[in-house]
């Protein structure tokens, strides 16, 4: 499974979704206070790219905070997640960092690395020079995500880090409660619907807990695991809705009646197998091969009749009925 996670991709959409919350997080040291009247706005890659050229190098999220009134001087911050360190040069991020300051025309620019297992021995400085005398020096902000203890952060006001939570130093026999922490971060500090959705497929990524782990986390955490399903729901209702109105505005562009009738189902269909594959990513954890080649593969009436199962099922069986 760990080879099919885009941790790189996972998040830049944290932080390009929580920038504010992000830096407070992963860059405590340098971030604007919580009182600070700032713009957080990213970097633009494309700008990067047109402007370094071949030097260009892509790390994660570059963020501009600028305070209004130029009453202070802005500061860019260069975040780069690395999964694995041994992956991790202090060279590519000391290079990226002068590209940076060179394109923006400023100094005030803060390296962040950030470490989603321990960071162990990996250079957080480096000095160019000889003997006699020091040419450059450069150092970066180091967030070990695995080294954080998730017990300090368990009742946390700030989303990314409680999304982060399953990514935290979890003491034993405490995976499914820091694992509802997490969830229930989400439902009092996220409102919108979507996002909340999102950063639920980001916290069961990473929670990665065995079936016997969800089981339990379903007795225990009643109020969490419904607002789960009621959420499920909600998204299995907004399929069909979006569904319906591929295939009118389908139908529209060809003319047809046949047209308007096979878009409208055929996007049903397909956004009723999508909801019905996240619910049981969600209950059980990534389904095995077979499981989502059958979802795929499935009529509507089946989607349906395994969608409703789901409600109520403690394990695959109770979804599909019995393995043959």
Not at 114 to 125: K, T
Not at 209 to 232: K, W
Not at 242 to 260: F, I, M, S, W
């Amino acid at each position: 499974m760990a080879n099919t996670i885009s941790h790189d991709h996972n998040f830049k959409n944290l932080i390009l979704d929580y920038p504010r919350e992000a830096l407070a997080f992963f860059a405590a040291a340098e971030a604007p206070g919580a009182q600070d009247d700032v713009r957080i706005v990213p970097v633009r890659e494309e700008q990067l790219k047109e402007r370094l050229g071949e030097r260009f190098r892509e790390l994660d999220v570059p963020l501009l905070v600028e305070w209004p009134g130029q009453e202070r001087e802005a500061i860019v911050f260069v975040l780069e997640e690395e999964s694995d360190r041994r992956r991790f040069s202090i060279r590519r991020l000391a290079h990226y960092c002068l590209d940076i300051s060179e394109l923006l025309d400023t100094t005030r620019v803060v390296p962040v690395a950030i470490f989603l297992r321990d960071a162990g021995r990996v250079p957080r400085s480096l000095q160019l020079g000889t003997e006699r005398r020091r040419y450059l020096a450069f150092d970066c902000l180091v967030c070990e995500l695995g080294a954080m203890p998730a017990e300090a952060w368990r009742e946390s006001g700030n989303v990314v880090a409680r999304a982060n939570l399953p990514n935290m130093r979890v003491a034993a026999g405490r995976r499914v409660e820091t694992y509802a922490a997490a969830i229930r971060g989400l439902l009092e500090l996220e409102m919108d619907f979507d996002r909340r959705s999102k950063y639920m497929d980001f916290v069961d990524i990473y929670a990665s807990l065995t079936e016997n782990e969800r089981l339990r986390y379903r007795t225990e955490y009643e109020e969490e695991s419904m607002a789960m399903v009621g959420m499920f729901q909600r998204a299995r209702d907004e399929a069909r809705r979006v569904g319906l109105a591929e295939g009118r505005e389908e139908g529209r562009e060809k003319g047809r009646e046949e047209g308007r009738e096979e878009g409208r189902e055929e996007g049903r269909e397909e956004g009723e197998r999508a909801v019905l594959e996240r619910l049981l990513r969600h209950r059980f954890g990534p389904p095995p091969r077979g499981v989502a080649e059958r979802v795929r593969g499935a009529s509507a009436a089946e989607v349906e009749t395994w969608t409703d199962n789901l409600l109520d099922a403690a394990t695959l069986d109770d979804v599909f009925g019995p393995r043959r």
